[in-house]
C-alpha cells in the first residue's frame, strides 16, 4: 500500500512543489500539440453560464473558452494577492486609497465570433452580475450579486480602460474577479446564450458540444497570448458512474482526475495499480459543516450549539469519513494550504478542537446547564442531501451527538429541495458542504456569515462580527488583515455559528505526460488549460 | 389479420392516452421541479427569481393546460423544448435512439443464440449432465442482475487487462472494429441475464411438445431425431419462447439504464435518469413514451408472430 505524507506535511509539500516552480526549477522544453482528455461527473448544468452557478460541474469545463480580467496565476498552487497576473488586464492600478481599481486592457484581443474585446464588455459583465440600476439585462440566477454589493459603478473611462468604483476600500474585491466565477462576458451577445454555447475570448474554442457525451474545443488561433495554448484541443467526456471514471482514468482513456473526485482511499488503488500516475493532495476550498437554525429553539439557545460543536471530534470525522484525507480547520481553509486560517495553537484551543473525551464532557455540561440530562434528553431531527457524500458525514455526526446525550434521526432531503429547505429555514439541524470560490476572507464571511446573505443558512447574524467582517474588508495591511480575520474566526467558533467539521482533500491524478496543470487551494480556479502540455 | 391489427393499433392509442396522464402526473408529484435543481446549482434560493423562471418555461400555467399543450406537440410531432438544454426535445432524443436500439438488438440476439440452442440441448438432453450445467448457468444468469455484471465486467477488465471498452461513443462509420468492442460488453452483460430466460422457457415449453403423439408419430415413421425437434417440435414450442423475446426486448429498452450508465453509452435509458434527476419535463415525458411504443409494438409483433409461427392461431375473423 502507498503511503502518503501525514497531513501536516501534504500542504507543506504542495507549497515546495508550487515553490521550485514559481522558482524557475529547471523547465522542461514545452512540446506544442496533442489533446487532452478530460472527464466530467455530469453533463455542464448551465452550458457556459459561469454567472448562473455555483458548481465546479460548470467552471472546470467552461473556464477553457472565458478569460478574466485577472487570474491566480496557473503556475502557483497557493493563490493570495501575490499570485494574481493579468488576463484581459495588462495591468491594473488601486487608486485613491483602494477606492478606485483601473483596469488597462489588452488591445489585441478578439471574441471568438471576431468581433473586439473593449471596456463595454467589461462594464456589460460587471453591471449585469451586480445588478445596476441601469445594467442592459438581468441574470435570470445570480449566486454572486453579493460579492460586488461594494462596487458603486463600472466605468468604461475609453475603449481600453475601466474603473471599478467602489463605496469604500476593498483590496479583497481583485482576488474574486481572480475567480474562476468572474469570467467576461461578451456585450454582444445575450447573457443567456451561454447556457447553450460559448462566445469567449479563451485559448480554446467550441468546437463540439454533444450533450451529455463531450464537449470538445480546438485551440483558438487568435488567442491574444503569443505561444499559448500549447494544445491542440481538450475533450471533456461525460461520464456519470464513478467506477467508470476512475476505470477510465487508470486505463489512460482519460489523463486528469475530476476536480474533488479522488478519495484517500482510491488514491492509494490507483498508485497501487499504476505507479507513475502523479497525485497530488490538495486543499479544495470546500469544507464539511453543521448548519443549525438559530432563528428557533433549540439552536437559538448558544449553549445548544456549542454542546454540538464540542461534541463533535474533528480528527474522527477525518478519519471515519475521508479516511485521512482532510484537514482540520476554521472558518477559513487551514494553514499552510489556506492563507488565513487560523494556527494550529490557536485552533486546539477553540471549542471542539480540544481533546475529544474532554470536549464530550464540557458539551454534557452545556446541555445540562441549557435544560437537557439523560432523562430528558434533546432530541432533534438531523437533514442532508441525499448524496453519499453528505449521508456519511451525517450518520458518523448522529453517532458523536448521541455520545454527548443528543438524539438526532437523520433525514434526507431530495437534492432538488435541499437548498430551498436550508434558504427557508425549514431545519433545526442540518450536515452540509460548502465551497467557496477564492480563499479570501469576503468571499467566505459575506456569503456564509453575513445577516442576511442568502446562503448563510444557519441565520447567524452579529452586529459586532458584521462590524468586523466590514472592517477587515477595508484593511490595506495585510498583517493587520490577518489577525483581524483570525480574531473572526475565533468569534464564530465561540459562537458555534456554523461548526466547521473539516476541510476537504483532493488527491489530484494526471498521467506523467500531463504537464503544467497544478492544482491550488480552491477547485474553481485553474481550469483555463491554457499552460497546459502534453509530454507525449 | 388486418382488422385485428387495426384494432390493436386503436387499443394502443388509448393505452398511450393512459400512459400519458400517468407519466404527466407522476412527474409533477415528485418533490421539486428543473427551477429548484438550477437554484440548487447556484446554492441558494430567491421566491421572485424562481417565479420569473416559471414563467419563462411556462410552468406557471395550470397542469391541464400544459398537459393538452403535451399532446398537441405529440400529435404535431413537435416534442417541444428541453428545459435543462434549452433545445427542441427531438434533437436531442434522436441521436440517442440508435444506440439503445442497437444495444437492446445486439442483447436480444445474443440472447437468443445462446438462449434457444442451449434450451433445446437441454431439453433433448432432459436429466444428463450437461443438462444439469447449462440449467446451472442459465440460473446463474437469472441471479444476477445485468447491472452488477455490467460492473463486474468492468472491474475484471481493468484488473485483469488493464483495459476497458472506448467511453466515447463511437459510431459504426468511424471505426467498426472499435463500435463492435464497445457494444459487445454491455450486449453480454444484458444478453446474458435474458438468455438464461429463453433457455428455461425453451427447455420447458419443448420438453413439453416432446411428449405429444405426433412427435411420437414422426419418430415412429422414421424421421431422425434431428429433424423432429428442429423441424416440429421447436416451432410448435416457440410461442411461449417468442412471447418472452418480446416482452424481454421491451424491458431492455426501459432497463438498460445502469448498462448504459457503466458502460458510458449515449443512450435513451442513461439520458432519461438525468432528465429525471432535472426534472425536464419536456424530455421525460417524450422518452418515457418513447419506451411504451416500444413496449406496445413489441407486444403487437409478438402476437402478429403467432400467427405466422402457428397457422392454428387465427385473429378474430
Known sequence: ?536 | MKTYILRRIAIAVLTLLGMSVVIFGLLRLAPGDIVDILFAAAGYVDAEQKQAILQELGMDRPYWVQYLEWLWQIVTGDLGKSYRYELPAWQLIKPLLPVTLELAGLAILISVLLGVPTGVISAVRQDSGLDYVLRMLSLAGLSMPSFWLAMVIILGCVAWLGWIPPVTYVGPTDNLRLHAVQFMLPALAVGYRSSALIMRITRSALLEVLREDYIRTALAKGQTARVVVWRHALRNAMLPVVTVIGIEFAFMIGGLVVTETVFNLPGVARFLVEAIQWRDYPMVQNLVMFIAIVVILSNLVVDVLYGVLDPRVRYGE
Open chain 1, 1 to 536: 500500500m502507498i503511503r502518503f505524507q501525514p497531513l501536516a506535511r501534504v500542504g507543506s509539500a504542495v507549497l515546495a512543489l508550487a515553490a521550485t516552480l514559481a522558482a524557475g526549477a529547471p523547465a522542461e522544453a514545452t512540446k506544442p500539440g496533442g489533446v487532452l482528455t478530460l472527464t466530467l461527473r455530469e453533463d455542464l448544468p448551465q452550458g457556459f453560464a459561469v454567472h448562473e452557478t455555483s458548481t465546479i460541474s460548470t467552471v472546470w469545463p467552461s473556464a477553457p473558452c472565458l478569460n478574466n480580467l485577472v487570474l491566480f496565476d496557473p503556475l502557483k498552487a497557493t493563490e493570495s494577492v501575490d499570485t494574481v497576473i493579468g488576463e484581459l488586464a495588462e495591468k491594473w492600478s488601486w487608486q485613491d486609497g483602494y477606492r478606485n481599481l483601473v483596469f488597462f486592457l489588452r488591445k489585441d484581443v478578439k471574441w471568438h465570433d471576431g468581433k473586439p474585446f473593449t471596456s463595454k464588455d467589461v462594464k456589460h459583465t460587471y453591471d449585469t452580475v451586480r445588478e445596476a440600476p441601469d445594467a442592459p439585462q438581468k441574470l435570470r440566477i445570480n449566486p454572486r450579486n453579493d460579492w460586488y454589493a461594494n462596487v458603486e459603478a463600472v466605468e468604461a473611462a475609453d475603449a481600453y480602460t475601466v474603473i471599478f468604483r467602489l463605496k469604500r476600500p476593498q483590496p479583497s474585491l481583485l482576488l474574486m474577479l481572480a475567480s474562476g466565477y468572474s469570467p467576461v462576458y461578451a456585450a454582444h451577445v445575450p447573457a443567456a446564450s451561454y447556457r447553450t454555447g460559448c462566445v469567449g475570448t479563451g485559448p480554446f474554442k467550441v468546437k463540439e458540444w454533444r450533450k451529455g457525451e463531450f464537449l470538445e474545443y480546438v485551440r483558438n488561433p487568435d488567442y491574444f497570448v503569443k505561444g499559448r495554448p500549447y494544445l491542440d484541443g481538450l475533450k471533456y467526456v461525460v461520464i456519470k458512474e464513478p467506477g467508470t471514471r476512475i476505470a477510465a482514468l487508470r486505463t489512460g482513456q482519460v489523463d486528469v482526475s475530476f476536480p474533488n473526485e479522488v478519495s484517500k482511499t482510491n488514491a492509494e488503488q490507483l498508485k497501487a495499480a499504476v505507479p507513475k500516475l502523479v497525485i497530488t493532495p490538495y486543499s479544495t476550498n470546500v469544507n464539511d459543516n453543521i448548519i443549525m437554525n438559530i432563528k428557533k429553539p433549540p439552536f437559538d439557545n448558544v449553549k445548544v450549539r456549542l454542546a454540538v460543536s464540542r461534541g463533535i471530534d474533528r480528527r474522527g470525522v477525518i478519519q471515519a469519513v475521508h479516511q485521512g484525507g482532510a484537514l482540520v480547520g476554521a472558518a477559513m481553509a487551514p494553514k499552510p494550504q489556506g492563507v488565513w486560517g487560523l494556527l494550529e495553537s490557536d485552533l486546539s484551543a477553540q471549542p471542539g478542537y480540544g481533546k475529544p473525551a474532554d470536549e464530550k464532557a464540557k458539551a454534557r455540561k452545556l446541555l445540562g446547564e441549557a435544560g437537557y440530562s439523560p432523562q430528558s434528553p434533546l432530541k432533534v431531527e438531523m437533514v442532508t442531501r441525499n448524496i453519499a457524500i453528505y449521508v456519511t458525514m451525517a450518520s458518523f455526526v448522529i453517532s458523536e451527538l448521541k455520545q454527548i446525550g443528543i438524539e438526532a434521526t437523520l433525514k434526507q432531503i431530495e437534492t432538488a429541495q435541499w437548498h430551498a429547505t436550508a434558504t427557508r429555514g425549514d431545519y433545526q439541524i442540518g450536515a452540509n458542504l460548502t465551497g467557496i470560490g477564492p480563499d479570501d476572507p469576503d468571499a467566505n464571511f459575506y456569503e456564509n456569515f453575513a445577516c442576511g446573505s442568502p446562503r448563510n443558512y444557519s441565520f447567524y447574524c452579529n452586529e459586532q462580527v458584521m462590524a468586523q467582517i466590514h472592517q477587515q474588508s477595508q484593511e490595506l495591511d495585510p498583517k493587520k488583515r490577518l489577525a483581524q480575520v483570525q480574531a473572526i474566526q475565533k468569534k464564530l467558533e465561540e459562537e458555534a455559528a456554523r461548526p466547521l467539521l473539516d476541510w476537504r482533500l483532493d488527491y489530484f491524478t494526471v498521467w506523467p505526460h500531463v504537464k503544467n496543470l497544478l492544482p491550488h487551494q480552491s477547485i474553481y480556479n485553474f481550469a483555463r488549460m491554457q499552460e497546459v502540455w502534453l509530454d507525449k
